[in-house]
């Protein structure tokens, strides 16, 4: 038997105005312990987020990513695979569970390959397979590479990353509520087209959105910096309780947005917004403080740690 665990963090994209480009790796982790056993069948076991819910045999994220990682690096495909995931990241929050969940697979399915196809298979090809599975790389990028990261894809669809370091002040919250959307249905609410002036607006405060978190993470500039008219507002009416309480922090001065696609609030907490903050929120939701994770998913064997 082979057995490789991999940890991988939750994530929040978009941090405002960064539509489908910025990600930020945070402090809360998935751990996935994947066993190779030689054995026919696929046994998955959950612990925390999804136990109970989630798919136990090969419809589970974690061993589709597998499979397909298999596949592309043209491995034999194992007869038994053993996963037991100790989940704390909320699955349909907008923190990025499906994210975890794809890259944890690839790396794992990389990691028990054989050691000259997992050599051919580069970290840009693992980058690339995760966007693809996700279908688009906002999430996928900080949690492989950990800190803040800047996404895109060329002209031929190829998926590029920018992994920035975010100055060590910044303290993001997630406030998670107890319902839940699904990305699918949060993107479905987004128009085709936007007026160009909402567009040159995004486009300046998310050049400040860099500056504020990497070199600049006053309350003042981060709370300008986070103003977005993209999406927010196209998808308030799936999420109108996300929507309240991104307008009240904000009216208080906290910079507040939707975590990607929601329905999770992030608040970047700086020392003199840090108390305005639970008042605003209520008992309706879970107060999650954070620290930023710098270096993303971790791969080790149990016999070399």
């Not at 929040?12 to 910025?22: K, R, T, V, Y």
């Not at 990607?260 to 008992?283: K, R, W, Y």
Request: with cysteine; aromatic share 4%.
């Amino acid at each position: 038997m082979r057995t490789v665990d991999i940890r991988v963090p939750a994530t929040s994209a978009n941090l405002g105005p960064g539509f489908d480009a910025l990600g930020l790796a945070l402090g809360l982790h998935d751990d996935v312990e994947v066993t190779l056993t030689g054995e026919r069948g696929v046994h998955v076991t959950v612990e925390g987020e999804g136990a109970g819910e989630v798919d136990s045999g090969e419809g589970h994220l974690v061993v589709r990513a597998m499979r397909l990682a298999f596949d592309r690096m043209g491995a034999p495909q194992p007869d038994g695979i053993r996963l037991r995931c100790r989940n704390r990241i909320p699955h349909a929050r907008g923190l990025g569970s499906s994210s975890a969940a794809v890259c944890a697979g690839i790396l794992a399915a990389r990691a028990l390959a054989d050691s000259e196809r997992a050599a051919a298979f580069s970290d840009a090809a693992v980058y690339a397979l995760a966007t693809e599975m996700e279908g688009h790389p906002d999430n996928v990028a900080p949690c492989l590479a950990g800190g803040l990261t800047v996404s895109w894809s060329d002209h031929d669809g190829a998926p590029h990353m920018v992994k920035l370091a975010p100055d060590q002040r910044i303290r993001p919250v997630a406030l998670i509520p107890q319902a839940r959307l699904s990305t699918e249905a949060a993107r479905g609410l987004l128009p085709k087209d936007v007026p160009h002036k909402d567009a040159s607006f995004n486009a300046g405060r998310a050049a400040l959105l860099i500056a504020a978190l990497t070199q600049r993470p006053e309350r003042g500039l981060l709370l300008a910096a986070t103003e977005d008219r993209l999406h927010q507002h196209y998808r308030a009416p799936a999420m109108r309780q996300s929507a309240n309480l991104v307008e009240r922090l904000r009216a208080v001065g906290v910079p507040a947005v939707v975590s990607g696609a929601g329905p999770t609030v992030l608040a970047f907490s700086t020392p003199d917004t840090q108390d305005l903050i639970a008042p605003e929120v209520g008992n309706d939701w879970h107060i999650q403080q954070m620290d930023v994770d710098p270096v993303g998913a971790n791969v080790q064997f149990p016999e070399t740690r």
